[in-house]
């Protein structure tokens, strides 16, 4: 049962849970006992339509036959070497050919790592030491970007985590998303190494970019001579296969990636321009390395979700449901309110008009948000216990779940709204 096991990992962990969002499924969370395609099984067994997918990696959905197979016949074959292997040349090869700012790459283990590497790189490469960032992105859990941080950050009322030197935070500045006067004031007055940014934010809801934030960032950090460092961890293969920066037709000088690569296993990649990427150890002065960087499996696994990428069904799929599903949840909500979609992901915002920026969306009626969560759950649904996280969509994600998720939508929207 959830509620035993609840009982016992309040005992050995901090909040009960190892990431915080999960803590914020009330009274406590459920715990999963398996999943397949668009489902989850409770260990209370109950199946739930899955909105989360793992906070956006299953693209597929949950245990895809061809990832399987992929990573059983890699485990047949040992699962570390702590030498190259074909499969890491293979994913990279992909991650060039579809992503357009990506002339080389580099394989970490977490979007975490790869935002702290992208950050170094901005550094060494102009000699800089300051970076810019937007209110309410999130870029992971490392010192650099846990300032103004949106998702769990500031789901749990630490946008600025303690412990960061503010000789650390002494370097990163902040402007509001989608405000360029704030971008180009910074730039214009301090030497800025990097300007990273969600080019759609993720982790407030979501909330796109209005049409000349992402050309007019482009603009300003070359102007400027500042690194750009589009954060694709959550966008990039989910927009299609050159994600945001194809979506949009922006290339930025860096690009984050994680999630959707690792098809699901633990993952992250900084990739980008040359002459940038070269300042990596071994062939340049900023350093990084890892014991798990280009694992086996989550190579394996990452090759085996792109190429399903590739055929593009699951695209068709995702984005069908996605907008179906915000149409039926625009329609049932009766209060003031905002469906904010890209593509296949999406959030709504309930008592507000507009929500373009982390501060809009910090006006949203959140206690009725955790409400309807809360009702959806109980009908079967699960979407993110968190307003500041997003619904996504996977290719499991069929008319019959779509048909039946709707239902539930439309009875509790009207319910509570
Ligand atoms: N960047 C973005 C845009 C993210 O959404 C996340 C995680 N949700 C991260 C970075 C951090 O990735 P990870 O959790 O793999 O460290």
């Not at 303690?162 to 004031?185: A, K, M, R």
């Not at 603009?219 to 954060?231: A, Q």
């Not at 190429?307 to 699951?314: A, D, P, R, S």
């Not at 069908?320 to 890209?342: F, P, T, Y």
């Amino acid at each position: 049962m959830s509620s035993d096991l609840w009982n016992k990992a309040q005992a050995v962990f901090a909040g009960g849970v190892n990431s915080p969002v999960r803590a914020a499924v009330k009274p406590f969370p459920f715990y999963t006992r398996s999943a397949k395609g668009a489902y989850l099984v409770t260990e209370d067994s109950r199946r739930l339509i899955d909105f989360v997918l793992g906070y956006g990696p299953l693209i597929l959905g949950h245990a895809h036959p061809k990832v399987i197979e992929a990573v059983k016949d890699q485990l047949e074959r040992g699962w570390l070497y702590g030498t190259p292997s074909r499969a890491e040349v293979e994913l990279a090869s992909m991650i060039t050919k579809h992503v357009p700012s990506a002339q080389k790459v580099r394989f970490v283990n977490s979007g975490t790592e790869a935002t702290m590497t992208a950050l170094r790189l901005s550094r060494g490469f102009t000699g800089r030491s300051k970076i810019l960032k937007f209110d309410g992105n999130y870029h992971g859990a490392h010192d650099y970007v846990l300032i103004d941080a949106g998702s769990a950050a500031s789901e749990f009322g630490v946008p600025f985590s303690q412990g960061i030197p503010t000789e650390v935070s002494s370097t990163v500045l902040v402007c509001p998303y989608n405000d360029l006067t704030c971008v180009e004031t910074v730039l214009k007055r301090e030497e800025i190494a990097g300007v990273i940014v969600e080019p759609v934010m993720g982790n407030m809801g979501v909330i796109p970019p209005e049409k000349d934030f992402l050309p007019g960032l482009r603009k300003l950090t070359r102007e400027y001579g500042s690194v750009l460092i589009f954060d694709e961890v959550i966008t990039g293969f989910r927009l299609g296969l050159g994600g945001a920066q194809s979506y949009f037709g922006v290339t930025p000088d860096l690009t984050t990636l994680g999630k959707i690569i690792g098809g699901g296993f633990p993952i992250g990649a900084v990739c980008g321009r040359k002459e940038i990427m070269d300042q990596l150890t071994p062939s340049g002065r900023v350093f990084n390395a890892g014991t798990f960087n280009a694992n086996p499996i989550s190579m394996t696994a990452g090759i085996a979700t792109i190429q399903e990428l590739e055929k593009k069904e699951v695209y068709t799929v995702s984005e069908r449901a996605a907008r179906v599903l915000a149409e039926e949840i625009d329609r049932a909500i009766k209060m003031d309110h905002v469906v904010n979609r890209v593509y296949n992901f999406f959030q709504f915002f309930l008592g507000v008009k507009d929500v373009r920026n982390a501060n809009d969306a910090r006006k949203a009626k959140r206690d009725l948000y955790v409400k309807v969560h809360e009702s959806l759950l109980k009908e079967g649904v699960f979407i993110p216990p968190s307003q500041f996280e997003a619904l996504f969509t996977s290719g499991a994600h069929d008319d019959d779940v779509v048909n039946e998720s709707a239902r539930v939508f439309k009875k509790v929207l009207e319910d509570l709204t």
